[in-house]
């Protein structure tokens, strides 16, 4: 097949050509970076939030009646001495937050008390000696806290302490060399805080893209809040009996004190629901980029069948003299799936620079990573596919044109 010939034929449809292939590098540039998009989100959904998900879940408790700070407290350790007896439940403990909440508190973290500047940042929990195993995280270094180490916090209050447990993430990022155990680091507020203990790994509470880089640095506090307003209790079932301890855990609760109130809608959830919420709009955002990439491409194929079928309607009389010259079927063929590959490579290539660009405006604009160049090459292979199966049907169509019927037609 000569290339020169499809050339000049293609320099006498200059605004069909141009177009189609604005649209091939258009498709480009956009799939390649919504696939990419795609892939960070499910990424993003499977990231492991560090505690027992299959058995954990989360009570919220509001008090319907006014009481002081220590009556707000006495009715919290009732509770959970009520939940711990039931046979169903491993354990619990009284939490202002928990992992993939959504929101929550958040600290600036310092090494010296004379710094202007963070270090890092940091998610807080709060929670008694039952916190770590109520949530199902184990300890890699050091020891749990102990119960004369637990205080009590208003919920205006300074949320310092004088020991608290860090993730792995967070000693690593204060201490690389590995020594974070009985180191001190400091707040906002100026107080020291001693490390007495390291967990492997305890999510934050926001899936947001732009706290990725402090995902898992997370700070546990031995603070029991006496929030009239309201707290979370984190419950874990033993294996198996989920079902039942959500089941047995309200009526425990409200057996105890029935002044209380637990939303129907917020006030109970397993941690597969709580994942489920934490990232519905991940999902979203994958399956909107999904149905955005198929819409292209079924746009583009129909860009291409639409004007290579224009072409040869236009070309049935030169078609004719091709086949009567001594062109085969397969000569006509290769014709128009040659011409289609040309325009789609001049198409791809200037894709290449736009969907780089794109990545780049979006790494400056929302922090968002490189664009890998697998995506890249996987989307110039499935144009170049789409194109040529685009372009077949009207091909074959032309192959089919006898001498006789293209020469009656002048």
């Known amino acids: 097949m000569q290339i020169k010939p499809i050339l000049s034929a293609m320099r006498q449809h200059k605004a069909g050509v141009i177009l189609i292939a604005l649209q091939i590098a258009l498709t480009l540039a956009i799939v390649c970076n919504a696939l990419f998009i795609i892939q960070q989100r499910l990424e993003h959904l499977s990231e492991p939030s560090g505690i027992d998900e299959a058995n954990v879940f989360v009570i919220s408790n509001q008090w319907a009646s006014q009481s002081t700070d220590q009556e707000t407290d006495a009715k919290i350790q009732a509770d959970m001495a009520a939940l711990r007896r039931l046979p169903s ?138 929030n009239a307003d309201g707290l979370y209790y984190i419950v874990r079932a033993k294996p198996g009996q989920l079902a039942d301890a959500m089941r047995e855990v309200p009526k425990a609760l409200y057996a105890q004190n029935r002044m209380r109130i637990l939303d129907p809608k917020d006030g109970e959830l397993s941690f597969a629901e709580v994942r489920k919420r934490a990232y519905d709009t991940d999902r979203g955002m994958a399956v909107l980029m999904g149905i955005i990439c198929v819409v292209l491409l ?62 780049f405006w979006m790494i400056a604009r929302f922090e968002m990573a490189r664009l890998s160049l697998s995506y890249v090459l996987i989307g110039v292979v499935v144009l170049l596919l789409l194109g040529q199966f685009a372009t077949l049907a009207p091909a074959l169509r032309a192959s089919r044109v006898s001498p006789v019927e293209a020469t009656r037609s002048v």
């Open 89 to 226: 439940v491993r354990d619990a403990s009284p939490s202002d937050s928990y992992p993939l909440r959504g929101s929550g508190w958040d600290d600036y973290i310092m090494l010296t008390p004379e710094q202007t500047e963070k270090t890092t940042d940091a998610d807080v929990y709060l929670g008694d000696e039952h916190l770590l195993d109520a949530l199902g995280i184990k300890l890699i270094a050091g020891r749990n806290f102990r119960v004369d180490e637990v205080g009590r916090i208003g919920s205006r209050q300074n949320m310092a302490s004088p020991v608290v447990i860090v993730t792995k993430a967070l000693a690593d990022r204060l201490y690389p060399d590995g020594s974070a155990l009985g180191k001190s680091f400091y707040e906002m507020s100026k107080t020291p805080s001693t490390i007495i203990g390291i967990v492997d790994r305890l999510q934050n509470q926001s899936v947001d893209t732009w706290k990725t880089a402090y995902a898992y640095q997370s700070v546990l506090r031995p603070l029991r809040q006496d």
């Open 298 to 359: 079924a746009i583009t194929a129909a860009g291409i069948v639409g004007l290579t079928s224009f072409w040869v309607g236009q070309r049935r009389r030169q078609i004719g003299v091709r086949r009567a010259l001594g062109a085969t079927r397969r000569d006509i063929l290769d014709y128009f799936l040659t011409e289609n590959f040309l325009i789609s490579v001049g198409g791809l290539a200037v894709g290449l620079v736009i969907a780089f660009g794109i990545n």
